[in-house]
């Protein structure tokens, strides 16, 4: 599968229901975390940087540009997140890269 269709989840999009309605089709996802971040919550789910910690979520599969495009518009890119690259572990153990949601200025207050 093309590092670039990955995407890495945390918060709402975790959710199948949610995906659907977004993207109008199921997602295919897998289990996958995270580590060196936390999951935090004020009114949207965020993340920050810290040693040690590990976040759970989802790696979602096939994505393609016009779901990306919807995905960034539902996660305000780039006022409330900016989409980058990150290593994640998928559910076997293997290590990948893949696309992240990481706040802006807005979770460090």
């Given at each position: 599968?093309?590092?670039?269709?990955?995407?890495?989840?945390?918060?709402?999009?975790?959710?199948?229901?949610?995906?659907?309605?977004?993207?109008?089709?199921?997602?295919?996802?897998?289990?996958?975390?995270?580590?060196?971040?936390?999951?935090?919550?004020?009114?949207?789910?965020?993340?920050?940087?810290?040693?040690?910690?590990?976040?759970?979520?989802?790696?979602?599969?096939?994505?393609?540009?016009?779901?990306?495009?919807?995905?960034?518009?539902?996660?305000?890119?780039?006022?409330?997140?900016?989409?980058?690259?990150?290593?994640?572990?998928?559910?076997?153990g293997e290590k990948v890269r893949c696309w992240?949601?990481?706040?802006?200025?807005?979770?460090?207050?």
């Amino acid at each position: 599968m093309p590092q670039d269709r990955l995407l890495f989840v945390y918060g709402t999009l975790v959710q199948p229901a949610m995906r659907v309605r977004l993207l109008g089709r199921p997602i295919e996802a897998v289990v996958a975390r995270l580590p060196g971040f936390e999951r935090g919550r004020r009114k949207h789910f965020f993340i920050v940087a810290k040693v040690g910690a590990m976040t759970e979520g989802m790696m979602l599969y096939g994505l393609t540009e016009a779901d990306f495009r919807i995905l960034d518009e539902y996660e305000e890119v780039p006022r409330l997140y900016s989409r980058e690259r990150a290593e994640v572990v998928g559910e076997n153990g293997e290590k990948v890269r893949c696309w992240i949601y990481l706040p802006t200025s807005w979770a460090a207050h």
